[in-house]
């Protein structure tokens, strides 16, 4: 069938490699003219995964209303905090009226809101489901294993992805916990900053197992107050991509905490980075969130403080390990 895919980024390039690998047809859409331009001409996107000929099946355009006509089946690919514009633009461009599949990690900074909300506002016309889950686009791309869970409040719309997208070592579970799954792959992306940083200080495999943790009770005392099912973040999309966030090299965040702990500025890390890490962006919505909840993250607090507030890391680890001392668990 015809797919559409918002965005030209490293994971909309996998996804889009595996669905025509399936032998479907993939539009993606990219405002990049250079890009767009190489993958119809050479079939090679010059944004990521410029080694790798793409599938003939793979083609991009820049006109977004082409993009929207091609299928009534949408892949949202796009970096969090451009989401509400893409919504924007599709509002404007036709009165769509089909169905979105989000891939986007992360909590809209300035609403801290989720992004089935930012879709409601902006889009209600059309039929939303989110995937999350361990699935770097690297090894997506490569056809290794890779396990996500498609979350949507329309049973059969989550099963409906969920058959387009599995096979070929790809195996999608669904789920009705469209809060849960959104909460999971947004907040992990902040212990992968933490995990990052505690490598470069080389703390020891000790500190990295403590901070994913610790960090999952963090993600579960904030998902409970915003909605989200304890079950789902024990899942794919809450213990499954915190572990393969936190001790990848795949990783962006991983990748930026470790910058930021050999000394890096939050800037001087972004662009030694070259793309997008999301828990640069989440943590400071997560922030006012637990404010907001009165919820207790001193691990995600950290992090902020450390990327805004220009705490040392040695500074944020002596204050985590002097704090008072507490049960593990409260029944």
Not at 10 to 34: Q, R
Not at 112 to 139: I, M, R
Not at 197 to 206: E, P, Q, R, T
Request: proline letters at 2%; glycine letters at 8%.
């Amino acid at each position: 069938m015809n797919i559409t895919i918002l965005g030209a980024g490293s994971f909309g390039t996998a996804i889009a490699t595996h669905l025509a690998d399936m032998g479907n047809s993939v539009l993606m859409w990219t405002i990049d003219k250079e890009q767009s331009n190489s993958i119809n001409s050479f079939g090679i996107n010059t944004f990521c995964f410029s080694d790798t000929k793409l599938n003939n099946k793979i083609k991009c355009t820049l006109d977004i209303n082409k993009a929207l006509d091609f299928s009534d089946r949408y892949i949202m690919a796009i970096p969090t905090q451009f989401v509400r514009e893409v919504y924007e633009k599709i509002a404007a461009a036709k009165n769509c009226r089909g169905h979105i599949l989000n891939l986007a990690k992360g909590i809209e900074i300035t609403t801290g809101d989720l992004l089935h909300k930012v879709q409601q506002e902006t889009c209600p016309q059309l039929v939303y489901s989110v995937l999350s889950g361990p699935s770097h686009a690297e090894e997506v791309l490569l056809g290794c294993p890779t396990a996500v869970t498609i979350a949507s409040k329309i049973e059969k719309e989550a099963k409906c992805w969920q058959k387009l997208l599995t096979g070929n070592n790809f195996r999608a579970y669904t789920s009705d916990d469209v809060i849960g799954v959104e909460i999971g792959g947004a907040t992990k992306n902040i212990y992968a900053v933490a995990a990052g940083i505690s490598k470069a200080m080389n703390l020891g495999d000790n500190a990295l197992a403590a901070i994913a943790c610790r960090g999952l009770a963090e993600i579960m005392r904030l998902g409970e107050k915003m909605g989200a099912s304890p079950l789902t973040l024990s899942g794919l999309a809450g213990v499954g991509d915190l572990m393969v966030t936190c001790y990848s090299m795949h990783s962006r965040n991983f990748r930026l905490g470790i910058t930021i702990g050999n000394g890096k500025t939050l800037d001087e890390a972004r662009k030694e980075l070259g793309q997008v890490a999301e828990g640069a962006y989440t943590v400071r919505a997560v922030i006012e969130n637990s404010k907001q909840f009165d919820v207790e993250m001193p691990l995600a607090n950290g992090v902020y403080r450390i990327l805004y507030e220009n705490a040392s890391p040695s500074q944020i680890l002596k204050e985590l390990f002097t704090r008072p001392l507490k049960a593990e668990i409260k029944f």
